[in-house]
C-alpha cells in the first residue's frame, strides 16, 4: 500500500523566505510526526500530532517554526524567515496509534531543504 | 537525560563477514527499543520492536535481541545490498522518543 509521502523532495529557497513542507501519512494512521535530520547527527524531534492536535510541540527550535494538521490526515510544516541553520532534511512519520501505544513510525523520505 | 549511543559509527565487512552493532541506552523507563534501517536519500525503515529484555527478534541475515542496557543488530554472512545505516531508537514511559545517530555498515563484495 502507500507510504508516507512527502513533498517537495527538494527546496531550496534563499534566507528570509518562508517555505511550507508538506506531508501525506498512511491512510489511517492518526499519530503523525515531524523530525529533522542533519548531516552526521541523529534525528530531532519537532512536533507530533494526534488526529488535528499537536500535544506535544517540545521540539521546535523557535517560533519561526509552526505546523498544522487537517481532516486528521495532512500536516504542513512552515518555516518562517528561513535561515542557513534551517538547512536539513525534514523527514515525517505516522503510526497507527497514539504515541502511549507504542506503535513503529513509518517514514516519508523527506524533503531536502537548503537555504542559500 | 535519556539517551541513545550506538556504536562503531562506522562499519566495513566482507560480504559474508558476520558482525554485531550496538546500540546502547540509558532511560528511566523502556517502553520501546526499535532498529530502523535507512538508505542515503530515503527514510528510515522500520525493521524490530522490542519491549523487554531477554526478547529477540529475526528477519533474513538480521537479528535484534536486547537487554536492561543496550542492543544488539547481528548481521549473519551480510551481502552488499545490506548496505545502509542502521538506526536505534527508544520511547520512554514519558512517551518520548530518542533515536541514536546510527551506524554506516558498508559490505564489500
Known amino acids: 500500500g502507500a507510504g508516507v509521502s512527502q513533498s517537495p523532495s527538494n527546496k531550496v529557497t534563499e534566507k528570509g523566505k518562508d517555505v511550507e513542507l508538506r506531508c501525506d501519512p498512511i491512510s489511517g494512521h492518526t499519530a503523525l510526526y515531524w523530525y529533522r535530520q542533519s548531516l552526521g547527527q541523529g534525528l530531532e524531534f519537532l512536533i507530533y500530532?494526534?488526529?488535528?492536535?499537536?500535544?506535544?510541540k517540545s521540539g521546535l527550535p523557535s517560533d519561526r517554526f509552526s505546523a498544522e494538521r487537517t481532516g486528521g490526515s495532512v500536516s504542513t510544516l512552515t518555516i518562517q524567515r528561513t535561515q542557513q541553520e534551517d538547512s536539513a532534511v525534514y523527514l515525517c512519520?505516522?503510526?497507527?496509534?497514539?504515541?502511549?501505544?507504542?506503535?513503529?513510525?513509518?517514514f516519508g523520505d523527506g524533503t531536502r531543504l537548503s537555504i542559500l | 537525560e535519556d539517551q541513545v549511543t550506538q556504536s562503531p559509527e562506522a562499519l566495513r565487512l566482507q560480504e559474508g563477514e558476520s558482525s554485531s552493532l550496538n546500540c546502547s541506552y540509558t532511560?528511566?523507563?523502556?517502553?520501546?527499543l526499535f532498529w530502523y534501517r535507512q538508505d542515503p536519500g530515503k527514510g528510515p525503515e522500520f525493521l524490530f520492536t522490542l519491549y523487554s529484555a531477554g526478547e529477540e527478534k529475526e528477519k533474513e541475515r538480521l537479528k535484534a535481541t536486547l537487554t536492561k542496557k543496550e542492543s544488539f543488530l547481528h548481521i549473519t554472512a551480510p551481502k552488499p545490498e545490506d548496505s545502509a545505516t542502521y538506526l536505534c531508537?527508544?520511547?520512554?514511559?514519558?512517551?518520548?522518543?530518542?533515536f541514536g545517530t546510527g551506524t554506516s555498515l558498508t559490505v564489500i563484495p
Open positions: 532511560v528511566s523507563g523502556l517502553r520501546g
Open positions: 531508537a527508544l520511547t520512554n514511559t514519558g512517551n518520548q522518543f530518542y
Open positions: 512519520a505516522s503510526s497507527l496509534e497514539d504515541r502511549v501505544s507504542n506503535q513503529p513510525q513509518h
Open positions: 500530532f494526534q488526529g488535528n492536535s499537536a500535544p506535544d
